[in-house]
């Protein structure tokens, strides 16, 4: 009788609570979360440090924890993908961040971080550190239902003038495979000319990361950094923009329609099956589509 009666009154509760109209938690709007990761396997583990996630992905943003190799804080540390349970996968980077002038351990006397937006619909933080005499900005966007990080840098020299700069954004997996910008995957640097196109991925079966590097001019570390050689005059400024592209599956054509999109670049459906010599259809299929006898993208499909 004990038991009927509490089954009642948690289903009465919940009537209640719809009739009300109170939300039911869900990570289909976006949130932003304080303190150490919840990302499986993270890095951020400081109650200072701030993960933000939707029903995509999640990424944690060392504030307060130490990145690896001296890399500033304020940049991030924890990027996971929404394996098909809902729950978080593993972190699957060792750090992303924007790097000037090639400078990973760049000195820098403080960080400021400002919670900008913090909605279901969108999350927005700006971090702000110092570069010598150069101030730089940078917000991370996530919007609910995106699998795009999108981050905006904005560096002013409040120095003299600094002249063959190299700054970009960065994206070091810490597992899986490498996809680097194509025609220069066995480049461990490059000046680039004329790039078919301007992202490097980490991958591997069950997930993919890409970085959208519109802006680069040149590669280090196999594409793993992607740069613009640029200048900065006193009192100048320059913006640079990109993104973070998280997916639960190895299969890249998402990343070649994001560029695509992007860029507005005419495009076509073709379809096919895959089989073997026999003629039997192959379950899992692995396509490879090759560009100017470079590899353009890999996938299912």
């Not at 089954?7 to 039911?24: D, F, K, N, P, R």
């Not at 899986?176 to 991958?203: C, M, Q, T, W």
Request: proline share 4%; net charge neutral; hydrophobic share 40%.
């Amino acid at each position: 009788m004990l038991k009927l009666f509490y089954t009642s009154l948690l289903v009465s509760s919940l009537l209640l609570a719809i009739g009300l109209g109170v939300a039911v938690p869900s990570y289909a709007a976006v949130s932003i979360i304080h303190g150490k990761t919840i990302i499986p396997a993270g890095n951020a583990t400081s109650d200072k440090d701030l993960t933000i996630r939707n029903d995509k992905l999640a990424f944690s943003l060392a504030v307060g924890s130490a990145p690896p190799w001296g890399v500033a804080r304020g940049c991030i540390v924890d990027i996971a993908n929404v394996k098909a349970d809902g729950s978080l996968s593993n972190d699957r980077v060792a750090f992303a961040d924007f790097i000037p002038n090639n400078w990973s351990s760049w000195p820098t006397t403080y960080q400021t971080v400002d919670i900008v937006k913090d909605s279901k619909d969108e999350a927005i933080v700006k971090i702000t550190r110092d570069f010598g005499k150069v101030i730089i900005s940078t917000t991370y966007s996530l919007t609910s239902g995106s699998e795009r990080i999108h981050v905006k840098t904005t560096m002013i020299n409040e120095g003299e003038a600094l002249v063959d700069m190299l700054s970009g954004y960065t994206l070091w997996p810490d597992a899986g495979y490498k996809f680097a910008v194509p025609i220069y995957s066995d480049k461990e640097e490059a000046v680039l000319n004329h790039p078919i196109s301007d992202r490097f991925v980490g991958y591997d079966a069950d997930w993919a990361i890409a970085l959208h590097a519109p802006d680069m001019t040149e590669i280090k570390s196999k594409s793993r950094d992607l740069y613009t050689q640029h200048s900065l005059k006193k009192s100048e400024s320059i913006t640079f923009e990109g993104d973070y592209q998280v997916l639960a599956s190895g299969d890249l054509s998402p990343v070649i329609r994001a560029e695509i999109e992007r860029k507005k670049l005419p495009s076509g459906t073709l379809t096919g099956s895959v089989k073997t010599q026999q003629g039997k259809s192959v379950t899992e299929p692995a396509v490879v589509v090759l560009k100017k006898r470079s590899t353009l993208h890999l996938g299912d499909r």
